[in-house]
Nanobody, 130 residues
Framework: VQLQASGGGLVQAWGSLRLSCAAS????????VGWFRQAPGKEREGVSC?????????YYQDSVKGRFTISRDNAKNTVYLQMSSLKPDDTAVYFC???????????????????????WGQGTQVTVSS
């Protein structure tokens, strides 16, 4: 039972990357999923989140609105984070996490209120060069 995050890499400013958060051993569409990032010397911050398929809601941190898109593919048991118009400030290790409670991940992404999650993926490094 695990989440696996992938898709990071080195990209120039204004470039794009797509991160994947793939679940194995459980059905990801029963869970709300959040993407988080942590830059060196900074605390973890919520980037975006998507509710379970039953709710079909999404939310974005202000700094990524209009540039990032979160989505899910239930057939592949995967949640994606499409990142466009990347900036050097987006450089960080990105993590995904899953919880049964939409309110938990929404509170962290929207208000910075740290929550507890059922599953965490390992981080994937995103580096944006200027």
């Amino acid at each position: 039972v695990q989440l696996q995050a992938s898709g990071g890499g080195l990209v120039q400013a204004w470039g794009s990357l797509r991160l994947s958060c793939a679940a194995s051993g459980f059905t990801l569409d029963n869970y709300a999923v959040g993407w988080f990032r942590q830059a060196p010397g900074k605390e973890r911050e919520g980037v975006s989140c998507i509710s379970s398929s039953a709710g079909a809601s999404t939310y974005y941190q202000d700094s990524v609105k209009g540039r990032f898109t979160i989505s899910r593919d239930n057939a592949k048991n995967t949640v994606y984070l499409q990142m466009s118009s990347l900036k050097p400030d987006d450089t960080a290790v990105y993590f995904c996490a899953a919880t049964r409670w939409w309110g938990t991940v929404l509170a962290e992404v929207g208000r910075g209120r740290r929550g507890e999650y059922d599953y965490w993926g390992q981080g994937t490094q995103v580096t944006v060069s200027s």
